[in-house]
């Protein structure tokens, strides 16, 4: 049996390391699930959680290590894989976020779903699945 993929998006990996319930599934699916995010996802936190994090009060150092920890189960997808995806994945969500491209073109690239709080991704053309139901497909 194929092993499910499914890309997160940047903010389903912010989720996984301020909160615990997307951490676990993570780590509960590891050895049955592949997870990836687009590289620039992994810029994105490392970029938004410190002042996420200062600004709740907490020290960042064990959560970015959490964040560290992370990537070794979620990989990262380079750019020279989903970028060509690049032209075909902004004519499906521009209209919303053009900025989400990366993450549409890494499940373009994959031909899995997608992981996400963000409705911009719906009518996409590729699943999504949020926190609330996602364990439904992890299983």
Not at 12 to 32: E, F, K, N, P, V
Not at 75 to 98: F, G, N
Request: charged share 20%; glycine share 4%; aromatic share 10%.
């Amino acid at each position: 049996m194929q092993a499910k993929v499914i890309v997160l998006d940047a903010n389903i990996l912010i989720r996984a390391i301020l909160g615990t319930r997307a951490r676990q599934l993570i780590w509960d699916h590891a050895a049955s699930v592949q997870f990836f995010a687009p590289d620039v996802a992994y810029m994105d936190a490392r970029t938004y959680l410190p002042a996420l994090l200062q600004k709740r009060g907490v020290p960042e150092g064990p959560l970015m290590a959490v964040l560290d920890k992370l990537e070794a189960v979620v990989r990262p997808l380079m750019a020279e894989i989903y970028t060509p995806y690049k032209t075909q994945a902004l004519d499906r969500i521009a209209t919303r976020d053009a900025n989400d491209w990366p993450i549409l073109a890494c499940a373009m690239a994959l031909n899995c779903p997608i992981w996400t709080e963000d409705a911009d991704f719906f009518g996409t053309g590729v699943a999504t699945w949020t926190s609330d139901r996602v364990a439904l497909y992890l299983s």
